[in-house]
Nanobody, 121 residues
Framework: QVQVVESGGGLVQPGGSLKLSCAASGSIFSVYTMGWYRQAPEKQRELVAFITSGDSTNYADSVKGRFTISRDNAKNTVYLQMNSLKPEDTAVYYC???????????????WGQGTQVTVSS
């Protein structure tokens, strides 16, 4: 019954900004690392950024200085603030959350269904 849902995708012009949100819900005991991946057409899925439960962050070189990942632990939510967007940022963005479930206490990686980000004039 655990669910990971992204929101905030859409169409934006080059140089514009967009903020993605991803909320994990359900019978969650603990939330660990959360992150964002993206996949452009005919390209491999790549890590964009992740943030640990201790707020340590890592970014792909292609987005450093432009994107910022953050989290709200009280809401089990991770955000991705995307600034200075480029056409090459166009992709489906997937939220990833490492969650410990109450019923089993198992820690597994969960994925959202993805949200489309299109950067075009």
């Amino acid at each position: 019954q655990v669910q990971v849902v992204e929101s905030g995708g859409g169409l934006v012009q080059p140089g514009g900004s967009l903020k993605l949100s991803c909320a994990a819900s359900g019978s969650i005991f603990s939330v660990y690392t959360m992150g964002w991946y993206r996949q452009a057409p005919e390209k491999q899925r790549e890590l964009v950024a992740f943030i640990t439960s201790g707020d340590s962050t890592n970014y792909a070189d292609s987005v450093k200085g432009r994107f910022t990942i953050s989290r709200d632990n009280a809401k089990n939510t991770v955000y991705l603030q995307m600034n200075s967007l480029k056409p090459e940022d166009t992709a489906v963005y997937y939220c990833q959350a490492d969650l410990q479930i109450k019923s089993t206490m198992a820690i597994r990686r969960y994925w959202g269904q993805g949200t489309q980000v299109t950067v075009s004039s």
